[in-house]
């Protein structure tokens, strides 16, 4: 069987899973009524229909008092460490992200963010550089409780591009599987690009492009990877004359 996309063929296949499915158990909660009140809100600050970046004071009074009702206080706090961290006060974000952590300590995403905000807070400091191996234990931390949780992935690869780091083989293996995680967000192609690069792979990073390019269907994006392939070429080019 085959489905057709923008004139393209994308061959594909159904499989019937019922008897290599594992067990698992169906329960449910009965969310209490002000539990239940905040729902409307957090399904927008996930879904982004919320700029956090206006401080809106609404938002932030909602949040607050959802903790101090014991509602849920590690995904408030954490929703108020974005907040603050939207709003460019790394120090509040850390404040929060560790009240996050204190309630869910294995939560893959506070430990990520945490990360986040100690990575912003080191670049403003200058401290950046020297933060790398604390920065690279949080997201391999996040990994572990997660190893499908794809912003540790890519982050924990993306320490890489700084300019005293080593791409290895280990890191293109972890920006990998975040693209594979992952295939519909052209972020962790053009990480795993640019990794790829850096190594001086340029046959498997101009690949990864070509695949860009021909699969593109947005006219900005389209020009945006040619643009990159071009400069991917020249860059090449260069370095062969180099050596």
Avoid: C
Avoid at 27 to 51: D, H, K, M, T, Y
Avoid at 63 to 84: H, M, V
Avoid at 142 to 165: F, G, H, N, T, W
Avoid at 206 to 219: C, F, P, T, V
Wanted: net charge negative; charged share 30%; hydrophobic share 40%.
């Amino acid at each position: 069987m085959r489905q057709y996309w923008l004139g393209r063929e994308l061959p594909y296949s159904a499989y019937d899973l019922t008897d290599v499915m594992p067990e698992f158990v169906v329960s449910e909660r009965r969310l209490p009524e002000a539990e239940a009140a905040l729902v409307p809100l957090e399904a927008r600050i996930l879904s982004g229909q919320i700029n956090l970046k206006r401080r809106e004071k609404k938002v932030a009074s909602a949040l607050a008092a959802a903790i101090e009702a014991g509602i849920r206080p590690g995904d408030f706090y954490y929703y108020l460490a974005r907040q603050a961290y939207e709003n460019e006060d790394w120090a509040s974000a850390l404040s929060y992200i560790e009240k996050s952590l204190a309630a869910m300590p294995q939560s893959a995403r506070s430990v990520a963010f945490k990360a986040d905000a100690i990575w912003m807070a080191a670049k403003e400091d200058g401290s950046f550089e020297d933060r790398i191996p604390e920065l690279r234990k949080l997201y391999a931390s996040a990994i572990r409780l997660d190893k499908r949780y794809v912003p540790a992935l890519m982050e924990y690869a993306r320490l890489a591009l700084s300019e005293e780091q080593d791409v290895t083989g280990g890191i293109l293996k972890v920006a990998k599987a975040a693209r594979m995680l992952a295939p519909q967000n052209d972020q962790t192609h053009r990480l795993e690009v640019r990794l790829l690069e850096k190594a001086g792979q340029y046959a498997e990073a101009k690949a990864r492009l070509q695949h860009l390019i021909e699969w593109s269907y947005d006219a900005d994006d389209y020009r945006d990877y040619q643009k990159q392939y071009d400069a991917l070429v020249e860059q090449e080019a260069g370095a062969s004359t180099a050596r």
